[in-house]
Structure formats: C-alpha cells, structure tokens
C-alpha cells in the first residue's frame, strides 16, 4: 500500500513539474521582444535614424561633405573644393535615451542634441513601427561682422538692433516613424520644424519639412542608403508676401557598410550642409551635376 502511494505521489509531482515546464515555455514565447538592427546606426547619411545604442554607450561620429561636382577633374570633382565637416560625440544614459554634441566647419556652428527613442517595433508586430524623438539647437559661431554688420531688422520694415547672442541660435525638432519590413529592408518617415531666430530680409525664421530615408540589405555587412528632404511651402506661417528663393529638396543616396561597433556610408547628395535645420532652410542645390556633392559618414561606438 505504501508503494502505492508513494508511486502516485512521484506521478503527480512529475506530472504538476510537467506542466509548470509547459506554462513557462508558453509564457515565454509570448513575450513580445524589440526587433533588432532597424537601421545599422542612429545616423543614415544627413538624417537621424530611431536607432540609439545601448545604456552606457559612447558614440563618435565624423561627417564629411565635398565640394560639389561640378567643376569636373579642375578640382578633382569636388575633392579639393570647399569641404564641410561635422565631428560630433553622443552618449546613452540611459535606456532609449541620447544626448550630444559637435561642431561643424561652416559657419563655425556647434550644436547640442537630444534624441529618444518613444516606441520600439516588436517581433510579433504587437507594436507594428518604432517612434523616436529628436531635436536640437544651433550656435552660429562667426564673428559680428558676419550679421549684416552686426545688425538685425527687427521685422521687414521694423527698427535694426545690435546683433545678440540669441540672434545666433536656430532650432530643429523631428519626429521618426520607422518600420523594418524584413530582414533587408526597412523604411523611415518624418516631419520636421525648423526655426531661426534671425534671417536676412525676405525669408522666413520658420520652416515645415518632411522626410523619408531607408536601408535596402544587399550583402550581410553592406547596404543601399537613401535619404530624401523636403521642405514645404506653408503659406500661413509665411511673413513674406511673395517667395523668394525657396529651399530646394536634399536627395541623396549611397552605400553603407557595418560592423558591430563601426558604420560606414559614402554617398551622393544635393545638399553641401550637414546640420539639419541648415538643410531645411538655405538648401539651394539642384539634383544635378552642378548641385551634386560627395560626402561620408564615420561612427564609432564604445560600450561601457
């Protein structure tokens, strides 16, 4: 009788283990996780991407533009003409949280950045897109005399002022809407503020854009880049009665390579500016031999 019992006993706790092991399983493969590697690093030619590094991450990036293209082998298709460079370093405090700085060869701008990723796309599609925030302020560095002789028009026909350390500032915000749609491709699209805070007459300190870039996977380490900026005619926000040399669109596109902790993109764009709202604003560059100009993007990542 003893056996008896003690051998249904044995059964039952086999039987109770059993069970417990099948619920965790199944409790574990509904756990939703974040897709990896949207994008191979949060920056994808002149646009930020949704990506941020992990917690405690130090990140370098290094931006180089060329000259444009149009003087042909004269200056070695803009090699050796006038170059833009931006070096700049972001870090990860915390979880989806990142914050930098740089500066950038014209116009001697530095720039502070702040970027957070909102949501995260996941596995199941239980959240279908990643979200993130990003913004920033510019410092233009030049020296006084750079500013219309160091004064500004208060408005179009309003009184001048003695330029201000505020005159200098310019702002740029952006939201992200990224998908990876498969292991080879993935799409982002955005919307984009601009602000100046002293223009010369006849332009607008304000500007509304939007965007769409995106990574095609060709081999495991290398990929097709694109990236398209469009700056919108708002005319409500507008304070000029007619448009004058309106911002034209920044085309670009190119190929990336990556490793774990390096990315590498080298790429054809319309544009020879690198901060954002610089893009957004004073673009004047056609998507054509005269407007075209060489450029790269180096990142480096140190994890802590």
Known sequence: MKKNIIFIALLSFISVFTYAQDEATENKEVKDYPVSATFESGSLIDAQTVVIPDKKTLEMVIQHKFGTIENGHSN????????????????VPCKNVQIGAGITKRYMASDVNLKWTVLQQTRKNTIPVSVALYGNIGF????????????????????????????????????????????????????????????????????????????????????????????????????????TNPPRPNIAFGYE??????????????????????????NRNEFNKKGLALGFVITRLWAY
Request: net charge neutral.
């Open 76 to 91: 070695l298709w803009g090699l050796y003409g006038s170059s833009n460079i931006r070096i700049g370093l972001n870090y």
């Open 257 to 282: 390579i990556s490793t774990g902790t390096h990315a590498f993109q080298i790429y054809m764009a319309s544009t020879t500016s690198i901060l954002p709202q610089e893009n957004m604003m004073w």
């Open 140 to 243: 233009d560095g030049r020296s006084i005399d750079a500013f219309e002789s160091g004064m500004v028009r208060e408005a179009y026909s309003g009184p001048t002022y003695h330029y201000r350390f505020t005159d200098r500032m310019s702002y740029f915000s952006q939201i992200i809407v990224a998908r990876k749609f498969n292991d080879w491709f993935s799409l982002q699209a955005a919307a984009s503020f601009t602000h100046y805070n002293a223009v010369p007459e006849l332009y607008d300190h304000d500007k509304v854009g939007v965007h769409f870039n995106g990574r095609i996977k060709v081999t495991p380490q290398g990929s097709l880049i694109f990236n398209y900026d469009q700056p919108l005619k708002i005319k409500k926000i507008s304070e000029n009665r007619e448009w």
